[in-house]
């Protein structure tokens, strides 16, 4: 079946410019995360969806960052005024529980770089 | 704060020599880890969780409460093994705190 997708794979921005990140998880998976991976580092946690619910957003850098996933589906990840430290892979990974710790499924991610 | 350590970024060892890929945690409480591994050109995928006491692709990983520690070991070493591989602790609701990762190449 069909993995975790994402997309754009790649986006170059201008400094100030708006990005919209979009994942599509596995079918049926109710949970949702998006990580941040800068280069030479592991990814980092920003943000965790049960279904539509944002229950976790303490890692988003700034509020500059906003994500949300309305039907709790497809999930999107705006970064508005964009900066140079912004630039990273951006990986989204869906679950299919809630209970536990359960093994999470990555999608190839979005590599954004900011001129 | 849960915090996971991965010294090395880089491990090169030849073909069929043995393999220690270390990972140390900083966790109150009792911890689940896991191996995530990224293969070239390919997504991040889970290796192997500790809970599971599970031998994937040959490797094996031991928890030492004692040490904190969660090692990735391979008795010997094959070219297709050459990876960056992730350890990672749960955090929170059920997010994962990654260490900063270790290149393992593996030379013919």
């Known amino acids: 079946g069909a993995g975790v997708s994402q997309s754009p794979r790649y986006k170059v921005a201008k400094r100030g410019q708006d990005v919209a990140l979009r994942c599509d998880p596995i079918?049926?998976?109710?949970?949702l995360f998006w990580y941040q991976q800068a280069l030479g580092q592991g990814p980092e946690f920003l943000t965790y969806?049960?279904?539509?619910?944002?229950?976790?957003k303490s890692g988003l850098p700034s509020d500059r960052f906003f994500a949300e996933r309305p039907e709790g589906s497809v999930s999107t990840l705006k970064i508005q005024r964009t900066q140079q430290e912004d630039s990273a892979v951006y990986l989204c990974?869906?679950?299919?529980?809630?209970?536990?710790?359960?093994?999470?499924?990555f999608g190839p991610g979005t590599r954004l770089t900011v001129l | 704060a849960q915090r996971v350590t991965q010294p090395e970024k880089l491990l090169s060892v030849f073909k069929g020599a043995p393999v220690e890929l270390k990972c140390n945690y900083s966790?109150?409480?009792?911890?689940?880890l896991f191996w995530y591994v990224q293969y070239s050109r390919q997504r991040l995928q889970l290796l192997l969780r500790?809970?599971s006491r599970e031998s994937i692709k040959g490797f094996t990983a031991d928890l030492n409460k004692g040490e904190t520690s969660f090692h990735l070991k391979k008795p010997f070493a094959q070219e297709e093994d050459s990876a960056m591989y992730y350890c990672?602790?749960?955090?929170?609701?059920?997010?994962?705190?990654f260490g900063s990762g270790t290149r393992l190449q593996v030379q013919p």
């Open positions: 969806f049960q279904n539509e619910a944002q229950l976790d």
């Open positions: 500790h809970i």
């Open positions: 079918s049926g998976h109710v949970s």
């Open positions: 966790y109150s409480g009792s911890p689940e």
């Open positions: 990672a602790l749960p955090t929170g609701r059920r997010a994962l705190t």
């Open positions: 990974a869906s679950s299919p529980s809630t209970s536990g710790v359960n093994e999470q499924f």
